[in-house]
């Protein structure tokens, strides 16, 4: 018996990435089975007894002959199921059960359940990107998420048997995601949160200058609702956000309604999340919530209970916008640029400094609560905000300050100022020249600097939320004012762990 080939173009996930996979298939004589090479995993191994009761329950034949599966490039390896679709094609090619021109232009994307559906996978959206940058055709499940848009070329294929009447016949997937801002309406809204005007206006610094912020209060002070409201007052995702947002939370596995609305993601690990949970790995390495939160925000309650190894992971991905995990098999890079907002009792038991509340806690367990956040994280937080319990006069009344509206307005405008500013004046190398402070303001920030010990980091960022504040303004040059305010906030991150003292 002369050997039969047949070659189908599928993919793989490596990371947040989907890599073209040539599906060849020969067969041979000898003893009946399935062999696949090429550097499978378990889950890729399993697709022999999946595509044999797939092939049977449409109404094919199994050849009987040896069949040969390679999965090209070997040095990759390949993990998952997405290739169960892309293997049967490729079987059936080469067993002249389906024509050629079934696989010409394609990429073939889907697990195949025993009776001949075909299921989606996790990564469409990646997968997606890759056929429209090889300019070939998706075929996937047609149960799949996946919409069109971004000039992708996607069809739905419900059942294997479907192929017979070839890739014309199946119908193209959706009609398109929404549009960035659309639908993008939310019931969250700052108005709800009575009595904690200065923390807006920290909340709105933060948002217009791209800052994290650290808000330290006691519990019921309202710091969880001001982290959830703050997506309300960032700029809608633009169409290239929303993609790398939706390719990331398509290869986590993860439900993506709010991002193809146009809403910035919001992520709230709890405080006994693991390392891995954090920033990515596992096997197969998969993004973490840094990266779930990419181009959105990410807010951690309770901060100093995480663990401290968790935090410290932090510090590079914050600079970078990046996190980079090497495994034996290479090295694994996610985006994850997202805006960090924290919130921490200022002791265990949450009533330090809180004037209706005595604290018990001894000074040694308020310090070394405190320190559990760490001298290098905290230097990389711009913003700190003590949040104190609202009146309850306020509360009852139900009085209201700046609204999402408002705050939004406030942050477009800033955002709006700094990009003319910057496309108009050349970009100094120094962060504090490229701040334009005036002489006053100059002078002011070198006193206060010396006297409260300020670090060269810590001068940068100084000098960066100086400058937010008066973008807020409209201000080209930063006056002595925005300096002050802004190490107001930054001598409210030097206090938090000086309060056991006081």
Known sequence: MGA???????????????????????????????????????????????????????????????????????YIRKTGTALDLPIAVAILIATKQLPRRVAEGALFVGELALDGTVCPVRGEMAYALLARELGLTLLTSAQSDLAGGWGLDARGVTRLGQLREGP?????LGS??????????????????????????????????????????????????????????????????QAEALVIHSVAGQPAEGLASGRRPFRAPHHSTSIGGLVGGGRPVTPGEISLAHKGVLFLDELPEFAHNALQALR????????????????????CDFQLVAAANPCPCGHLGDPGHECRCPAAKIAAYQARIGGPLMD??????????????????????????????????????????????????????????????????????????????????????????????????????????????????LGFRSRALG
């Open 316 to 335: 590079q991905p914050l600079e970078d916008r990046q996190i980079r995990l090497v495994r034996v098999d290479g090295v694994y890079t996610f985006p």
């Open 168 to 172: 014309e016949a199946l119908g193209p």
């Open 4 to 74: 039969e080939t047949g070659a189908v173009r599928g993919a793989a996930l490596r990371g947040v990435e989907a890599l073209q996979v040539e599906v060849e298939v020969s067969t041979s004589g000898g003893i009946p089975g399935i062999d696949i090479v090429g550097m499978p995993d378990a889950s890729v191994l399993e697709a022999r007894s999946r595509v044999r009761c797939a092939l049977r329950s449409s109404g094919f034949d199994l050849p009987r002959a040896h069949v040969t599966i390679n999965l090209a490039p070997s």
């Open 380 to 493: 990389r937080i711009d913003v700190v905000v003590d949040v104190a319990r609202p009146r309850s006069s306020s509360v009852i009344q139900g009085r209201e300050g700046m609204d999402s509206k408002e705050m939004s307005a406030l942050v477009a405008a800033a955002r709006e100022f700094g990009s003319w500013r910057e496309s108009r004046d050349e970009v100094a190398r120094d962060p504090v020249a490229a701040a334009a402070l005036d002489a006053r303001a100059q002078a002011t920030f070198e006193d206060l600097a010396e006297r409260l010990a300020l670090g060269g980091r810590a001068i940068v960022r100084v000098a960066r939320v100086a400058r937010t504040i008066a973008d807020m303004e409209r201000r080209e040059r930063v006056s002595a004012d925005d300096v002050v305010e802004a190490l107001g906030f930054r001598s409210r991150a």
């Open 176 to 241: 398109g995601p929404a549009c960035p801002g659309e639908g993008a309406g939310e019931a969250l809204d700052f108005s709800d949160v009575v009595d904690q005007e200065l923390a807006k206006r920290a909340m709105a610094i933060a948002a217009a200058g791209r800052h994290g912020i650290l808000m330290v209060g006691p519990p019921g002070a309202g710091k969880t609702m001001l982290a959830r409201r703050l997506p309300t007052i960032l700029p809608p995702l633009t169409e290239d956000e």
